[in-house]
Each structure stands twice: as C-alpha cells, then as structure tokens.
C-alpha cells in the first residue's frame, strides 16, 4: 500500500478531485458500455419470442 | 489449405456459427475484464509510488492511456471490418464494425474528459487546441458521424458501405494522433511506453498499467459481443436457426 491511511488515499497529496472524477467518469462509461448492450439483447430476444409466439398462433 | 480457407469464409460469413461461437467467448471476456480491471485498479490507485514530478494525479494515467489507445485501436478495427465487409462481403464483419463504434466513441470520450482533468493540475488549462488534443476530438467526432450515418440510412446494405467507406477514409486521423506529438509544438508530453522499449518506469508503475491495457480490452470484447449478438438476432429474426433458438419452451 503506497498511502498511510484512508484519508491520504482519498485525499491524494490534494489531487483527490481530479483523480477520483476521472475515475468515476470511466467507470460510469464503463458500466453503461456493458448494461445498456445486454438490456438491449435481453430486449431483443423477449420481443422475438414473442414475435414467434404470435405467430405460431395466428398460423394455428 | 484451399478447403480450409473456404471451410472459414463460410463460418465467418454465417450469423448462426458467430452466435454460437460468441456465446461461448463471452463468459472468458466477463472473467478477463473483471479480473484485470480489478487488478490494474487496486495497483494504480492504491499501491503503484506517486511521479515525483506529478504527484497523485499521474494516476490518471491508468485510464487516460488505455483509454486513448483502445480509441485509435478500435477505429482500426472498424476500417477493417468495413474494408471486410466491402471486399469480401461477409456480413458478420458489418455487425461487428457497428458493435465497435459505441465503444470507440465511449473511449475517445474518456481520454478526452480524464485528459482535460489531469491537464488541469498539471499544464494549468483543461483544454488547449493543439495537434493532440484536436486530432483526438476529430476521432470522436468520426465515430458519432459513423453512428449517424447508420442511423440516417436505409436500407441496411447502403448503411453499412456508407460508414465502411467513412471509417476507411478517417483511418487518416491515426497516423495524424500517433505523430502529432513529435510532428508539431505541443504541451502533451510523447508517449511514455513503446512497445519495442523497455519502459523507463518501475515495474510497480508500468504493471498496473498493463493491466488496465488488457482489462480494457476484455471489457471491449465483452461490450462488443453483446451488442453483435443482439444485431445478428435482429437482421435474421427470419431465419430458421433465431425461431428455433427462441421458440417458447
């Protein structure tokens, strides 16, 4: 561990703003690069089925 | 040789082998991502020594620079797909190159945004328009006219030879990003790792660093097969093999 306690990680020598809203910027990024994708797939593949559903239905 | 090229053309070509074959990928990129991301970020926040010159906020560099490479490197991507896609006409290559852009875009924004953060404590200025800074903001621009594009036209066949053809010709940019910071007067300072070089940092500064590369590239991986998946679902809803895989059990 480079810092000595926690109030000197969260504080970074007075970077501490910079250093964290990058960080939370990219990782915000980072999550809705993965979440809105696979809400996407899994919204894809329920319209399908039903899609499918219907018309297995309709063909009865 | 002949029989194995042809045996290959065909898979790459066929929406139901990429996902199949994606599906399986899928949980190693998750793993992959998780893992190193992990790693790279409890190392670079927590454990790699502060630059004696910078101070803490060099650890922006963990982001900024994955960040900034995986930008020019999924552009490459994508112009290699369309030019793919162009000649050799396998349309998978075309849900691929469509997949890359949000991601592309996602990192040319990070590296844009982190690096007007650490250029605040360290040049002074969040913003200066030079060779750099404008050429990165040309490449995001590139992307969301890619994205656009895609969105303006129809049908899908012109779509995907129109952003083939403009991912092609602003591969310009790269070269233009890569030399920007030798070729005219700049605040950015040269890349600080080669690969053909020994890095002339610690290890505990470069490894975390490593990390970071890799694990945000898993992460691409795993954004980009999510989203392909779910386009190879749409473009054949038609097909035999999407009814079958959807059937309600």
Same mark, same amino acid.
Not at chain 2, 126 to 149: C, K, N
Not at chain 2, 176 to 180: A, D, G, R
């Given at each position: 561990?480079?810092?000595?306690?926690?109030?000197?990680?969260?504080?970074?020598?007075?970077?501490?703003?910079?250093?964290?809203?990058?960080?939370?910027?990219?990782?915000?990024?980072?999550?809705?690069?993965?979440?809105?994708?696979?809400?996407?797939?899994?919204r894809t593949r329920k319209q399908l089925r039903r899609q499918f559903a219907r018309e297995a239905a309709n063909a009865e | 040789m002949w029989n194995w090229l042809k045996t290959l053309y065909h898979r790459l070509g066929s929406p139901k082998w990429f996902y199949q074959i994606t599906g399986k990928w899928l949980p190693w990129f998750v793993a992959a991502s998780l893992v190193l991301l992990t790693t790279g970020l409890v190392m670079g926040l927590?454990?790699?020594?502060?630059? &004696?010159?910078?101070?803490?906020?060099? #650890?922006?560099?963990y982001i900024h620079v994955p960040a900034a490479f995986l930008a020019q490197s999924v552009y490459m991507m994508m112009a290699a797909a369309g030019v793919v896609m162009l000649v050799w006409k396998i349309k998978m290559a075309d849900v691929v190159a469509q997949a890359l852009a949000p991601v592309g875009a996602a990192m040319t924004f990070i590296s844009l945004v982190t690096g007007?953060?650490?250029?605040?404590?360290?040049?002074?200025?969040?913003?200066?328009?030079?060779?750099?800074?404008?050429?990165?903001?040309?490449?995001?621009?590139? &992307?969301?006219?890619?994205?656009?594009? #895609?969105?303006?036209?129809?049908p899908q066949e012109v779509a995907a030879k129109a952003c083939a053809l403009l991912a092609i010709v602003g591969v310009i940019n790269i070269p233009?990003?890569?030399?920007?910071v030798d070729w005219w007067y700049t605040l950015h300072q040269p890349a600080s790792i080669k690969l053909t070089e020994k890095p002339a940092m610690p290890a505990s500064m470069y490894l975390p660093l490593l990390f970071m590369v890799l694990g945000f590239y898993a992460l691409l991986g795993w954004s980009v097969l999510l989203r392909a998946r779910a386009e190879v679902l749409r473009r054949e809803a038609k097909s035999g093999w999407v009814r079958e895989l959807l059937k309600d059990k």
């Open positions: 561990m480079y810092f000595d306690s926690l109030s000197d990680f969260i504080n970074m020598g007075g970077h501490g703003l910079y250093v964290w809203s990058s960080y939370a910027l990219t990782l915000a990024l980072m999550a809705a690069s993965i979440l809105l994708p696979w809400l996407n797939l899994k | 927590a454990y790699a020594p502060m630059d &004696y010159q910078q101070g803490n906020s060099f #650890r922006i560099m007007a953060i650490w250029g605040m404590p360290t040049w002074g200025t969040w913003w200066m328009w030079d060779a750099r800074l404008t050429s990165m903001l040309i490449l995001f621009f590139l &992307y969301l006219g890619v994205i656009a594009l #895609r969105e303006a036209l129809s233009i990003i890569k030399y920007s």
